[in-house]
């Protein structure tokens, strides 16, 4: 969900990314902005002591006076946040949700099944005239509206079944990230107090609705678009939470019309040094360095871009524009960006990825991830932190470590590289 402005290593995004097969958007949390935030620091350890539902008492009490400070009516606090409960399961999840991690190609046949393909081309008829309104007032190609709305919830079927104050008193209270919790229990506690919401319900981590806003984002970027006086972005009625996403996209700077990216076909000897978002070329020089679309015709030309590996040299390959980048202002895991991009086009009549994945590779471990930057740097290839993060410094040392090795330099951080450094 939408989110955070903070921005997440690769990793971590792989990883979160990875649930949103449908339903597990909820139990992942993420569905969009959220997760980003929510990301547990992935090498500290588990074995904390849990919290009590007396421990949740004491601690909404000690938090009262700074919720009013901030402007949350007496009594609304009172009454909303009377009989919340502490759940340990959200804490749970928020513990161990790096241990779930999916290489792009699983993460995206769930992401852009053929089944999430279909329901949204009919979601898209069904709402078609609310999605021309959002496209004609926010900019946003009602396909890219459509699929956020399918991986974020699987168009309004799965908006999560957990009391959204439960969840983030007990993720506030519990201490990892106490303040950004409590920051957005108290967005929440506004948004009762405003009684723009019946059933305030969500995934584990807080994000709800629709398209799965975290409550600072629906503080920013919430539009009444259906005109009632609330901005409602959990009832049966999705236009005001499918205009707030494009107002939010929009606000993040979307190019109307633009592509997020397409796939291409990299020639023979091709200098995979250059595949990271790192790299921006006009696509004249992409085209000159003999990349082609993916059915090898040539490169249509929506300005500077870059080239984008996510499964590595043997995988698909993209070149990825600026409306990219604004995705990943929803989530920052490459995988979502690419399986919302996608979706958007399926569901727009456009092919499948047509490139191959290396299927028979799995996903690092934790354990392997936090070795494989051990060695890194140990082999003199400074991975930028040992924390299991796949982010850009790991990937540049991956790339350092495979060209001294005379492999590939695509920066996929596989078990054979893992197996090198051993
Ligand atoms: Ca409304």
């Not at 399961?89 to 161990?96: A, H, I, Y």
């Not at 398209?211 to 236009?239: H, I």
Request: proline share 5%; hydrophobic share 40%.
């Amino acid at each position: 969900m939408t989110g955070g402005p903070n921005f997440f290593e690769e990793i971590c995004k792989v990883l979160r990314r990875i649930l949103v097969s449908i339903g597990l958007a909820i139990v992942f949390g993420t569905a969009g902005a959220v997760a980003q935030t929510i990301l547990p620091d992935p090498v500290k350890g588990v074995e904390v002591e849990m919290g009590t539902q007396a421990g949740l008492e004491a601690w909404v009490q000690d938090f009262r006076p700074r919720a009013l400070a901030a402007g949350v009516p007496a009594a609304t606090f009172d009454q909303a946040m009377r009989g919340v409960e502490f759940n340990p399961k959200v804490v749970e999840r928020d513990r161990n949700q790096n241990e779930f991690t999916k290489t792009i190609w699983d993460y995206l046949d769930t992401a852009v099944s053929e089944d999430r393909v279909a329901l949204g081309i009919k979601a898209l008829e069904k709402n078609r005239a609310l999605l021309e309104r959002i496209e004609a007032e926010y900019g946003v190609e009602k396909e890219v509206v459509a699929a956020v709305w399918g991986l974020e919830s699987a168009y309004g079927t799965y908006r999560g079944d957990l009391p959204v104050l439960g969840s983030l008193a007990t993720l506030a209270y519990e201490g990892r990230r106490g303040a950004f919790f409590e920051a957005e229990l108290i967005a929440a506690l506004k948004i009762v107090d405003g009684g723009h919401v019946e059933s305030f319900t969500g995934s584990w981590a807080g994000a709800s609705g629709h398209t799965q806003f975290m409550p600072s984002s629906w503080e920013k970027f919430a539009v009444d678009f259906d005109g009632d006086g609330k901005r409602n972005l959990w009832g049966d009625d999705p236009a005001d939470a499918l205009a707030s996403t494009a107002n939010y996209l929009r606000h993040w700077g979307w190019q109307t019309g633009m592509p997020w990216g397409f796939e291409v076909k990299l020639p023979e000897g091709f200098d995979y040094e250059q595949t990271t978002e790192r790299v921006v070329k006009p696509v004249a020089e992409w085209q000159a360095m003999g990349v082609r679309t993916a059915s090898g015709g040539d490169l249509p030309d929506p300005g500077p871009g870059s080239s984008l590996l996510p499964g590595g040299a043997r995988g698909a390959a993209f070149l990825i524009f600026p409306n990219f980048q604004v995705i990943e202002k929803y989530n920052t895991a490459d995988a979502y960006i690419i399986g919302i991009g996608h979706l958007a086009d399926r569901i727009k009549g456009g092919p499948a990825i047509a490139g191959t994945w290396p299927r028979e590779l799995r996903a690092l471990t934790l354990e392997e991830r936090v070795e494989l930057q051990g060695l890194l740097g140990r082999a003199g290839f400074d991975p930028g932190g040992v924390d299991g993060r796949m982010g850009p410094k790991t990937i540049a040392a991956v790339k350092a470590f495979q060209k001294a090795r005379g492999l590939i330099p695509d920066g996929y951080p596989s078990l054979e590289v893992l197996g090198l450094l051993r």
